[in-house]
């Protein structure tokens, strides 16, 4: 497993360390918790019932095609931290019929690992890396009520402690979260963040749903022709199949479709440039994040703002 990227954010240049964190490229893992998925769990309650009598009648055809699909990711929490992810996509839901307070993640079914066990050795990874920062992004809550939501926040609190960053801190930069001693940036809900100084509102991610390559980077591209959101954002660079091609094509998985178009979404990533520019990008997120060198490529766009600072220095003098 590559390990050179484990403290990338403490190995930036020092010119990098005063930028908004908005403005630096940073890898994100798509449906991060898709490695773990049980094949036994019950569907998630949103599916439809037509879905849910065909998983019913023919579980033994459903069950391997729905684990094929939904699973996103083959590496856990700490080996995509060490690979250098640092934005989680976390899909959060409570079982139905499920009488204690556990929540796990979710994608189509649940996963077997809970979420605060997970979440316990992401805070354990960053105590023995103090100066990298994740970002940590839950949506979803399938089957969360009120006091579900309250409990899993203290929980989440007591959990990182003075490692949270309050939202009220603006222009977010290395240094200044160095020097107070935040690494985490933890997102909700937007009506629940507003209650909670800790938590921010959801990340805008720019999610195509689209088979091919082309498809994804046209979605892209499009949206960076509007212009970038002012705080943090996701590009998305996963890849969508539908119902019909996934009974259609009974010997694929996201997995053969995600490496086969691999190629054509590296070389979009290599063009692009973060920063404040209207077309520039912040966090790029994928699929396979631990077989395919996605964290390299995207830390690697930060060396284009260095270049971009020198040779600006160089015009003013």
Avoid at 12 to 34: C, F, K, V, Y
Avoid at 134 to 140: E, K, N, T
Avoid at 174 to 191: N, T
């Amino acid at each position: 497993m590559d390990h050179s990227c484990q403290d990338w954010m403490s190995a930036l240049p020092e010119e990098l360390w005063d930028l908004p964190l908005t403005n630096l490229a940073i890898p994100g893992s798509h449906d991060a918790m898709s490695y773990c998925l049980d094949i036994n769990s019950p569907l998630l309650r949103s599916e439809s019932d037509s879905f849910r009598l065909l998983d019913r009648l023919f579980h033994c055809f459903t069950r391997p095609a729905i684990f094929r699909w939904a699973t996103t990711q083959d590496k856990s929490i700490e080996e995509q931290l060490s690979m250098g992810i640092r934005f989680f996509d976390l899909r959060i839901a409570h079982k139905p019929n499920d009488s204690s307070s556990d929540l796990y993640f979710t994608h189509v079914i649940y996963t077997h690992l809970t979420v605060l066990e997970t979440l316990k050795s992401a805070a354990t990874w960053l105590e023995s890396h103090p100066k990298e920062i994740v970002i940590l992004a839950c949506s979803h809550f399938e089957g969360m009520d009120d006091r579900c939501h309250e409990s899993f926040i203290f929980s989440l609190k007591k959990l990182f402690g003075p490692k949270l960053c309050p939202r009220k801190e603006s222009g977010l930069t290395l240094r200044s979260l160095w020097a107070s001693g935040y690494q985490v940036v933890l997102s909700y809900d937007a009506q629940t963040a507003e209650r909670h100084e800790e938590l921010w509102p959801d990340i805008p991610y720019w999610w195509a749903n689209q088979r091919t390559a082309q498809g994804v980077i046209s979605y892209l591209d499009w949206n960076k022709a509007l212009g970038r959101p002012e705080s943090f954002f996701v590009s998305g660079l996963n890849l969508t199949a539908d119902r019909y091609y996934i009974t259609t094509h009974p010997k694929e998985s996201l997995r053969t479709l995600t490496f086969s178009n691999w190629e054509c979404l590296k070389k979009w990533v290599e063009e692009q440039v973060p920063g404040s520019d209207p077309e520039s990008l912040n966090i790029i997120a994928g699929d396979f994040v631990g077989p395919l060198p996605l964290c390299p490529l995207v830390i690697a766009l930060n060396k284009k703002l260095v270049q971009k600072k020198n040779s600006q220095m160089k015009k003013h003098h």
